[in-house]
């Protein structure tokens, strides 16, 4: 329960599957250029249908949401048709990425240093800010104002390592107290428990919507977490360059953007994120 909970708050896709419910498995849907026994040109997704905004399900059972709509308008542009397959478990998606069932991953897959080690990805699509969460009468204006307090995250991830290394600017005795909780990061927050937890800027507007807690974000991003399509390494380079030029036309018109604003409320497709 504790890992669940901090990775959902974090929105963190290393362990993507952790951040929404169990789909089906098996079904799927071909998108554009279906028409006439189908397009010479194929590329098959694997996405969960109940990501909610990525890829998930509208009330007449479509398949919508940004990558959805993204992966749609490559098709359109480069002349491939699209396949979705709905797949409910991240390390299921990877393993048909790895076996050529699929040929990428529609949600939110962040680019690591280790999956480019294994994988190499499209052009980053999106950009998704991590920063820290207090509560909303706290004095705290950035992450200096934290030395000497508690932040609570989970061990072993690439924000232990980012907090740890803004430690290092810190005196011996002003450091940041790293700590972890069983409870909910909420209301753990909220009670006083400890006095931060990073979050990604697009989970948080998540909690602002639903009203529930009094928080607030401060100072610059601890972490830009960047999106992109992954493909295997000896995935057709015909297809992924029909990839990137499309998702860089639609960078340069404005279509990004513009479904970013879409779904999110706010504009992803570029790297300076600071609200």
Do not use: W
């Not at 480019?116 to 950035?142: C, H, M, P, T, W």
């Not at 995250?153 to 940041?176: Q, W």
């Amino acid at each position: 329960m504790k890992k669940r909970s901090l990775l959902r708050a974090l929105g963190l896709v290393l362990f993507a599957g952790i951040l929404v419910s169990c789909s089906p498995a098996g079904s799927g849907k071909e998108a554009n250029g279906s028409g006439g026994g189908g397009p010479e040109k194929l590329i098959t997704v694997a996405a969960n249908g109940s990501f909610y905004p990525i890829v998930y399900t509208d009330d007449k059972g479509e398949l919508t949401g940004f990558e959805h709509d993204i992966i749609e308008e490559i098709g359109k542009r480069s002349g491939y048709g699209i396949r979705f397959e709905i797949v409910g478990d991240y390390a299921v998606m990877f393993e048909g990425l790895d076996s050529g069932k699929y040929d990428t991953i529609a949600g939110q897959v962040s680019v690591t240093e280790k999956r480019k080690e294994k994988y190499q990805f499209s052009d980053i699509y999106g950009y998704n800010a991590i920063k820290l969460a207090v509560r909303g009468d706290d004095s705290a204006q950035s992450i200096d104002d934290m030395q000497g307090r508690k932040v609570c995250i989970e061990y072993g991830t690439v924000l232990e390592d980012a907090l740890n290394k803004i430690n290092e600017s810190f005196p011996e005795d002003k450091k940041i107290k790293l700590v972890t909780t069983e409870g909910n990061l909420y209301d753990e927050l909220a009670v006083g428990h400890y006095d931060a937890f990073p979050i990604t800027v697009l989970s948080f507007d998540q909690i602002n919507k639903k009203g529930d807690y009094h928080f607030k974000l401060i100072g610059d991003p601890i972490l830009i977490d960047k999106n992109a399509f992954p493909f295997a390494k000896d995935a057709d380079p015909e297809m992924l360059r029909a990839v990137n030029a499309a998702i860089e036309e639609m960078q340069k018109d404005g279509t990004m953007s513009k479904l970013s604003m879409q779904y999110f409320g706010r504009d992803i497709s570029k790297e300076e994120i600071r609200e």
